[in-house]
T-cell receptor, first 113, second 106 residues
Framework: KAGVTQTPRYLIKTRGQQVTLSCSPI?????VSWYQQTPGQGLQFLFE???????NKGNFPGRFSGRQFSNSRSEMNVSTLELGDSALYLC????????????FGPGTRLLVL | GQSLEQPSEVTAVEGAIVQINCTYQ??????LSWYQQHDGGAPTFLSY????GLEETGRFSSFLSRSDSYGYLLLQELQMKDSASYFC???????FGKGTKLSVIP
């Protein structure tokens, strides 16, 4: 069974731009969660989608948004990029989400200049 | 709120045993998970304790005490490839600790 895939793997943007990241979960998984990982803050939860509905949201500003499609694929968008948004963005999928085992994708490394 | 505390770094010798502790304060606690992440890689699931006690998976074991809000990951017969960061995670929306960087030295 194919794992979680994320595109693109690397991205360079400038301040003020917006970016959209994509995640395809493991086949059959209905939950997709997004995390931001930085050396200083570690892995921080952004949001979780389950069956196209946002089920949980972390403590991030409204510039961070996401959605999930009927095939469980998910996208996250960051608008008006700031230097501090430079990070590894990880997507994880699971059967039921939340506290269940999460299977992570390789991540998208975003650099904001 | 939710928080999980674990040591930032641990160094151990190849072939030895190392224990990585995790104390937590989470709302809606459902169990404690452990993940491993090599530099440049994605976190991978290691183990999950839903109930108190010890869970063993090969060289790795994980322990949970709900009454003490405490758990640990035990790695035996350490190998160089075990050098990685280890995260405990828990809570309804899977909050992660800051991670423990394990360095295995010859």
């Amino acid at each position: 069974k194919a794992g979680v895939t994320q595109t693109p793997r690397y991205l360079i943007k400038t301040r003020g731009q917006q970016v959209t990241l994509s995640c395809s979960p493991i086949s059959g998984h209905r939950s997709v969660s997004w995390y931001q990982q930085t050396p200083g803050q570690g892995l921080q939860f952004l949001f979780e989608y389950f069956s196209e509905t946002q089920r949980n949201k972390g403590n991030f500003p409204g510039r961070f948004s996401g959605r999930q499609f009927s095939n469980s694929r998910s996208e996250m968008n960051v608008s008006t990029l700031e230097l501090g948004d430079s990070a590894l963005y990880l997507c994880a999928s699971g059967l039921a989400g939340g506290r269940e085992t999460q299977y992570f994708g390789p991540g998208t490394r975003l650099l904001v200049l | 709120g939710q928080s999980l505390e674990q040591p930032s770094e641990v160094t151990a010798v190849e072939g030895a045993i190392v224990q990585i502790n995790c104390t937590y304060q989470t709302s809606g606690f459902y169990g404690l998970s452990w993940y491993q992440q090599h530099d440049g890689g994605a976190p991978t699931f290691l183990s999950y304790n839903a109930l108190d006690g010890l869970e063993e998976t090969g060289r790795f074991s994980s322990f949970l005490s709900r009454s003490d809000s405490y758990g640990y990951l035990l790695l035996q017969e350490l190998q160089m490839k075990d050098s990685a960061s280890y995260f405990c995670a828990g809570g309804y929306q899977l909050t992660f600790g800051k991670g423990t960087k394990l360095s295995v030295i010859p």
